[in-house]
Each structure stands twice: as structure tokens, then as C-alpha cells.
């Protein structure tokens, strides 16, 4: 529902948090471009979702639009994008354990069938898209710590 407003606007719809909790949740909306996004990108891509949204309201609960861009740490919602980011490092959380593990550090080989394809400490292991609660790019030049 969103995003043709978004690509519309010359944006990529980058993803979307829903952050419940306390009396108010948050809808995170990321947006992207090959240049950047610009605080004057966000309000611009806010304003025209505020206006989408107060016209079709998903969102029954009271809650705040935030529009953001991905930054360099980014999180990744969708295959495609850990296919953009492979030889990166990427700091991946499991819904639940895989192998006893929730948590895995490590560069990002590829995307397979459903699974994305990291090397671990010099091991190769397939974690499946479905189970991933939420995956970060490292930046470049900070560690992500090992396991």
C-alpha cells in the first residue's frame, strides 16, 4: 500500500518496522536511493504517507510514522538485498535457535533457495530467510565481535 507512494516520490521502499509497545507504537518506514536520503527526503516521503495513511488506516492502533533512511548499519528485509551486500559482513538474529544458536556474525555468500549463505568462522552454513528476526550490515571497519 505504501510503496507506490513511495516509488513514486523516486524512492526504493527500503522496509518497514511495526514497534508496539506502551501507549504508542511506531511504524518505521526506510527509504532509499543510489545517492543517499536527506532529512528533506524524509519529510517529504512522511508527509505523503501521513497522507495515505489517514485514508487508508492499516494501522488501527494510535501510533508515530517515522521515515528514515537505512544508514549504513541497515537492516535487510528482503533476498535481494543480501545478494547487494554479499562479501559483507552482516550481524544476523534467529527467531529461533539453529544448531543452539540465535545469533550469527559473518559474511554474507550469497542467497540460495530460501537461505542466506554465510561463512562463519571459516565455516559455510545455510540460515533460512523465514527464521531471521532481524539482519544488520557491520559497516566496514567495525567488527562484529565473532559468534
Same mark, same amino acid.
Given at each position: 500500500?505504501?510503496?507506490?507512494?513511495?516509488?513514486?516520490?523516486?524512492?526504493?521502499?527500503?522496509?518497514?518496522?511495526?514497534?508496539?509497545?506502551?501507549?504508542?507504537?511506531?511504524?518505521?518506514?526506510?527509504?532509499?536511493?543510489?545517492?543517499?536520503?536527506?532529512?528533506?527526503?524524509?519529510?517529504?516521503?512522511?508527509?505523503?504517507?501521513?497522507? #495515505? &495513511?489517514? *485514508? +487508508?488506516?492499516?494501522?488501527? $492502533? %494510535?501510533?508515530?510514522?517515522? @521515515?528514515?533512511?537505512?544508514?549504513?548499519?541497515?537492516?535487510?528485509?528482503?533476498?535481494?538485498?543480501?545478494?547487494?551486500?554479499?562479501?559483507?559482513?552482516?550481524?544476523?538474529?534467529?527467531?529461533?535457535?539453529?544448531?543452539?544458536?540465535?545469533?550469527?556474525?559473518?559474511?554474507?555468500?550469497?542467497?540460495?533457495?530460501?537461505?542466506? #549463505? &554465510?561463512? *562463519? +568462522?571459516?565455516?559455510?552454513? $545455510? %540460515?533460512?530467510?523465514?527464521? @531471521?528476526?532481524?539482519?544488520?550490515?557491520?559497516?566496514?571497519?567495525?567488527?562484529?565481535?565473532?559468534?
Amino acid at each position: 500500500m505504501l510503496e507506490p507512494t513511495v516509488k513514486g516520490l523516486g524512492y526504493e521502499l527500503w522496509g518497514l518496522e511495526y514497534l508496539s509497545g506502551g501507549k504508542r507504537a511506531t511504524l518505521r518506514i526506510y527509504i532509499d536511493t543510489p545517492d543517499g536520503v536527506t532529512v528533506g527526503d524524509c519529510e517529504r516521503v512522511s508527509h505523503q504517507l501521513n497522507g #495515505v &495513511l489517514d *485514508v +487508508d488506516d492499516p494501522v488501527r $492502533a %494510535v501510533h508515530t510514522l517515522e @521515515v528514515s533512511s537505512p544508514g549504513l548499519d541497515r537492516i535487510l528485509f528482503k533476498p535481494h538485498q543480501y545478494t547487494a551486500h554479499i562479501g559483507q559482513e552482516v550481524d544476523l538474529r534467529l527467531r529461533f535457535p539453529l544448531d543452539g544458536r540465535r545469533k550469527f556474525v559473518g559474511l554474507i555468500d550469497g542467497v540460495q533457495g530460501g537461505d542466506v #549463505v &554465510l561463512r *562463519v +568462522d571459516g565455516t559455510t552454513c $545455510a %540460515v533460512p530467510l523465514e527464521q @531471521v528476526h532481524r539482519a544488520r550490515v557491520v559497516p566496514a571497519g567495525i567488527s562484529g565481535g565473532g559468534i
